[in-house]
């Protein structure tokens, strides 16, 4: 059974602070994707990454892909109030999305 | 482009009636894809569409759950004879699919609370 796996499944982090959210995966990949979800909304689509190295930043957020190790990571540089919701990630092994369970990130003034 | 919408945003329904939902994809999006989702979990695949066709059902997916997309257009998910168990929310994603990947825009969603 394929499994996503992501780690911590809850964050509380102050405002300033760095920090990294993993995201490990049983199948082989080449396609990896992040999705952020606020409280009651649905999901939106954060990053795509397509190949070993793939490294894609957007703002505060940093995602990388090690096709090898099966493992993705969001990096969080200097969090601010807004970044605080549910981070998924997602890989498409070819026939069907599958998500990991979430990581729920406050972060506190 | 209004993006992905789903009708009805909120289900209450008796154990043993049926349901159905309903999305409307991006126009210009071939596929298609139902999700559920429980608290605390992240959303777990249904099945899905590639223009009318369905492609790929879940093998965790009960015989009570039925989802057509007869033009290729917008897709109903149909659930009979509901359980307490299927109380979730319901989304819908649509995409584009390119040569390398495909991002999917996901819907609203449907809550649904069967009691």
């Known amino acids: 059974e394929l499994k996503v796996e992501q780690n911590p499944l809850f964050l509380s982090m102050q405002e300033g602070k760095n920090y990294t959210i993993y995201c490990n995966y049983s199948t082989t990949s080449d396609r990896l994707y992040w999705y952020r979800q606020d409280p009651g909304k649905s999901l939106e689509s954060l990053f795509v990454?397509?190949?070993?190295?793939a490294v894609k930043q957007e703002g505060r957020l940093m995602a990388s892909l090690d096709t090898k190790a099966r493992l993705s990571t969001l990096h969080i540089t200097a969090a601010v109030h807004d970044l605080s919701a549910t981070y998924f990630c997602?890989?498409?092994?070819?026939?069907?999305?599958?998500f990991g369970t979430g990581t729920s990130l406050t972060v506190i003034p | 482009d209004t993006g992905v919408s789903q009708d009805p945003r909120h289900k209450i329904t008796k154990r043993g009636q049926n349901v159905t939902f309903r999305c409307d994809p991006i126009?210009?999006?071939?596929?298609l894809y139902w999700y559920r989702q429980t608290l605390g979990q992240g959303p777990e695949f249904l099945t899905y569409f590639q223009n009318e066709a369905q492609l790929e059902k879940s093998r965790l997916l009960s015989d009570r759950f039925s989802a057509e997309r007869p033009k290729g257009s917008f897709s109903t998910l149909e659930i009979q004879r509901t359980e307490q168990g299927d109380s979730a929310m319901y989304l819908c994603a649509s995409s584009l699919v390119l040569a390398a990947y495909e991002t999917q825009y996901f819907g609203p969603g449907t809550r649904l609370l069967v009691l």
């Open positions: 997602a890989v498409d092994p070819g026939n069907q999305f599958y």
């Open positions: 990454l397509l190949s070993n190295g």
């Open positions: 126009s210009e999006h071939n596929r």
